[in-house]
């Protein structure tokens, strides 16, 4: 069965210092993977995805996020953060050949950024 | 402009009622999704669909139901056997390729009063 785990609540950054949330993942065989962001009261917006290749993926608004096997982990990084940066944040994967199509989601992190 | 519509965006509900929340899309995709949020419990899965006219259950489907009759429209009706309504509703869509990332509506928020 697919999972996936943000092992963090809340993530609290100075603004200016990189910030890190976590993800880790577990699926049957090779993933799809994602990032969104919420914003309160609003549906999820996309940021970044993993389907092949280059484990090191850039997004929008300066995100990145990297892909590593062995450690079924895809961590959401940014080498300085904004206060905007302030959002609750989710992790998503996908089975790349299971014949159900389901998209699952991490319990998400609230990432607050200080001025 | 392509995206996907849910509505009403606030819906009161009185105890024992059945309730049904609408979602759009013109984007042409073929798979849709209903999620339930809830404070500190992320997106939990009820029911998604890949085609028109097939759908299956996520991890909550108790108390709910769908419908797919058009490739566009994937109403969630919300009945009285779910004990615990009250949440923010929602609805996404993807194309089947599964590379592809959901685009999401605004959301829902039904209140049982």
């Known amino acids: 069965a697919q999972s996936v785990a943000q092992p963090e609540d809340q993530v609290n950054v100075a603004e200016g210092n990189p910030l890190t949330v976590k993800c880790t993942y577990s699926v049957s065989g090779n993933p799809y993977l994602f990032w969104y962001v919420q914003y309160p009261n609003r549906g999820l917006q996309f940021l970044l995805k993993y389907i092949t290749g280059d484990n090191l993926v850039k997004g929008s608004y300066g995100f990145e996020a990297e892909f590593n096997k062995s450690q079924t982990s895809f961590h959401l990084k940014k080498p300085s953060a904004l206060v905007s940066d302030s959002a609750l944040y989710f992790c998503a994967v996908r089975d790349r050949y299971s014949s159900a199509s389901k998209i699952i989601f991490g319990s998400g992190t609230r990432l607050s950024i200080r001025p | 402009d392509g995206g996907i519509t849910q509505s009403p965006k606030y819906l009161f509900r009185k105890e024992g009622q059945n309730v049904t929340l609408s979602c759009e899309q013109n984007?042409?995709?073929?798979?849709m999704y209903w999620y339930r949020q809830d404070p500190g419990q992320g997106l939990r899965l009820i029911y998604y669909s890949q085609i028109v006219n097939d759908f299956q259950k996520g991890d909550i489907a108790e108390g709910y139901s769908v419908s797919r009759e058009k490739k566009e429209s994937f109403p969630l009706t919300v009945t009285s056997a779910q004990k615990n309504p009250t949440a923010f509703y929602l609805c996404?869509?993807?194309?089947?390729?599964?590379?592809?990332?959901?685009?999401f509506g605004q959301g829902t928020r039904l209140t049982v009063v």
């Open positions: 996404a869509s993807t194309k089947e390729n599964r590379g592809f990332e959901a685009f």
């Open positions: 984007l042409n995709h073929d798979a």
